[in-house]
Structure formats: C-alpha cells, structure tokens
Nanobody, 123 residues
C-alpha cells in the first residue's frame, strides 16, 4: 500500500523560500505521479504541482509557474516542492498525493494522500 508523509511546512516571509518534502513508501513498480495540492478553508482545493517519478515530467499550476520547483530523489523515495518567492496568497495547507501516471493526477484520480502541512507566508 502506498503511503505518503508530508513535511517541511512552516512560517516563511514573502521573498524567502521553503522546501516541502513528501516521503513515499509502498510502491510496487507502477509509474507513479506525486505532487502537491493546497487548500484554504472555504476555497476549492488547487493542484499546485506534480512530477512523474518514472520519467520526470512535471506539471505546474499557472499560479506557481516560475516560482515553485518540483523534484524527486529516487534514492530517498522523496518528492520535494521548492517554494521560491512565496506570496501571502500561497498560504494554505499543502497535501501531497499520488496517482498512477501523471494524467490520472491531473484528472484527480488519486490513490494515496499524505497528511497536510501548513504553509504560512507573511508579508
């Protein structure tokens, strides 16, 4: 069973940086896509970024394109989200989630979720 554990959230000032981590376990050899959603109370969940672990293809929401970088470290079974130049509007609970193949992630056909990690960006 695939399990995910998110970490790295916290308080960061606008213009700083923050690195989120999503540690994965239980893969059986499928081509998984792992990425990050975020949610603010009262608002719809937003897909932020995703990476195909098998081939490195990535997706970025327009709202973070050019600022955030997603990467994977296969040796550590971990996916990272480097949040550069964060803005107050990036404040949210961030969740990592996995699917079989990146297109499924984009379609919200998700197989596993990690716990949320709070990111707060101060001005």
């Amino acid at each position: 069973e695939v399990q995910l554990q998110a970490s790295g959230g916290g308080l960061v000032q606008a213009g700083g940086s923050l690195n989120l981590s999503c540690a994965a376990s239980g893969f059986t050899g499928d081509a998984y896509a792992i990425g990050w959603f975020r949610q603010v109370p009262g608002k719809e969940r937003e897909g932020v970024s995703c990476i195909s672990v098998s081939d490195g293809r990535t997706y970025y929401a327009d709202s973070v394109l050019g600022r955030f970088i997603i990467s994977s470290d296969n040796a550590k079974n971990t996916v990272y989200l480097q949040m550069n130049k964060p803005k107050p509007e990036d404040t949210a609970v961030y969740y990592c989630a996995a699917s079989k193949f990146l297109p499924n992630w984009l379609r919200n056909s998700l197989d596993a979720w990690g716990q949320g990690t709070q990111v707060t960006v101060s001005s």
